[in-house]
């Protein structure tokens, strides 16, 4: 069956609904009262926007139809057998056929109470008669895209007298500006500083940025997270889900939302150890699901978007201690083979030190290039708490490791190394790791440390310690 055959039945079928519903009495629909959420995934009740098979909100054109018209109802968006709930408490009747032809989505159910009459089609009710509770469980989502092949799939909301929906959908969202002032926990391990994407071919992470379709800006923030890194909650709350981004049942198309402590937000491209209950801050919240497979290319980042569209960035900032890195005390050998942590010069792959300008003429070098010879052993500058991994590269390359240590008044990152481990105390000196087989990933570069100051000051005066109290 064609595309236009299957929006003309739809149309069809909407004009016969309709007659239907006309012919039984409706009370006022209360314009003032939020209903519940209706699809698991999907906890505002977002409504389905345009596709081939035409548009979800209130009053679209029904193009391409006989007797034209206008949309009676709303499609909430809702994936293919996910869990539907009651929008308000009431009595069942039904079922409800929306289609008449027996088709894998030809059923739905009516609720009426509480004020309110709705008939909610394309889903499969647990039961048919009997009262219901708002929030309840009332069925599940029946399998849209055997009908209507590529078509957002939703949940088509009619009100029994035609009024718009929209207004009741509407979640009421608790009306508290973000905390300006409370930092989040580190979201994704291996990236300790919550660093935001910046851009690639597909687009860039920082809030605000355009989108490449030059529809509207990007309402969240991409925080960098490899494929497969364990994901924690940035504070304390409630969780509630799944969250369905894509609605297209992709690789990377789960999350799931916090509420607590002040704050609301959605992370997704994760898969969550579960989907409700309460979770604690810096608890393990699940792991990153693989982007590299549906984006090839891309920076892998977990999607954060604050609940009211409001910008994360300042409390994905984390606090870090105001300590200047103290420019007395010197830092033991980094590397087996450079007693006196020599930094590497310029080849043709950029220069080594502090301050360096960048190849493709974006900004500095905010490091600096400690040698070591592939293969050579690492040892720990200070004493300090290691965490890790730290995921510079974000490829999945043959350097792409490393670890932080903080203590000893300092914080520093060292990347394209091998740890020994990424968690627990390291004393000064201490091995550390080995360095990783830089030449096999840029063929003929002086092979080196990345060594980063958490504040990205320079750490030039700290490495300048080795002269003459090097490892024997």
């Known amino acids: 069956m064609t595309a236009l055959s299957l929006v003309t039945l739809v149309s069809l079928a909407s004009t016969v609904f309709a007659k239907e519903l006309e012919a039984h009495p409706h009370p006022p629909q209360q314009q003032h009262q939020h209903w519940a959420q209706i699809c698991s995934g999907n906890p505002t009740n977002k409504i389905r926007g345009c596709d ?14 006989k007797g034209g018209g206008r949309h009676t109802g709303v499609d909430v968006i809702c994936s293919d057998g996910a869990t539907v709930y009651a929008p308000f408490s009431g009595q069942l009747s039904g079922p409800i056929r929306f289609f ?10 009516q609720i009426r109470g509480s004020g309110f009459c709705v008939k909610l089609v394309c889903i499969h009710p647990i039961r048919y008669h009997g009262q219901i509770q708002r929030g309840q469980q009332l069925g599940r989502m029946l399998p849209m895209q055997k009908v209507f092949p590529g078509i957002i799939s939703h949940i088509h909301v009619e009100n029994c007298d035609h009024s718009d929906p929209t207004q009741q959908l509407t979640p009421v969202v608790p009306p508290f500006p973000q905390q300006q002032d409370t930092h989040w926990a ?10 935001i994407r910046g851009c690639d071919r597909y687009g860039c992470g920082y809030y605000g940025a355009p989108r490449r379709n030059g529809k509207g800006k990007h309402t969240a923030v991409d925080v960098i997270c490899s494929d497969g890194a364990t994901v924690y909650a940035p504070f304390s709350g409630e969780l509630s889900g799944p969250i369905k981004f894509f609605h297209n049942g992709n690789a990377i198309d789960d999350g799931v939302q916090i509420r607590g402590s002040g704050f609301c937000v959605k992370l997704v491209c994760i898969h969550p150890i579960r989907y409700h209950g309460q979770i604690q801050r810096g608890q393990q919240l699940g792991r990153m699901l693989p982007m590299q497979k549906v984006f090839p290319g891309i920076i892998s980042h977990i999607h954060v978007e604050n609940c009211d569209h409001s910008d994360p960035t300042q409390q994905l900032t984390p606090v870090v201690p105001p300590f200047p890195q103290q420019q007395d005390t010197h830092w033991a050998t980094v590397c087996s083979g450079n007693p006196t942590n020599e930094i590497r010069g310029c080849d043709r792959y950029g220069c080594g030190y502090y301050g360096a300008p960048r190849r493709n003429g974006k900004g500095k070098h905010t490091a600096v290039d400690v040698i070591c010879s592939d293969g050579a052993t690492v040892y720990a500058p200070f004493s300090g708490e290691l965490s890790g991994p730290i995921k510079f590269f974000h490829n999945g390359n043959a350097i792409d490791d490393g670890v ?6 300092f914080c520093v990152k060292i990347v394209c190394i091998h740890p020994v481990r990424y968690s627990g105390r390291i004393s000064k000196g201490q091995v550390l790791g080995r360095m990783l087989p830089m030449q096999r990933v840029f063929p003929g570069i002086t092979s080196h440390i990345h060594i980063e100051n958490c504040d990205r000051s320079d750490p030039t005066p700290n490495l300048e310690r080795g002269k003459g109290q090097h490892r024997g």
């Open 186 to 195: 580190t979201v994704c391990s291996g990236n300790p500083t919550n660093e």
């Open 404 to 409: 932080q240590i903080r203590g000893s008044g």
């Open 100 to 109: 008449h032809n027996g088709n894998a989505i030809d059923d739905g159910v």
């Open 52 to 65: 081939r098979y035409g548009c979800g909100q209130f009053g679209a054109d029904r193009h391409g139809h």
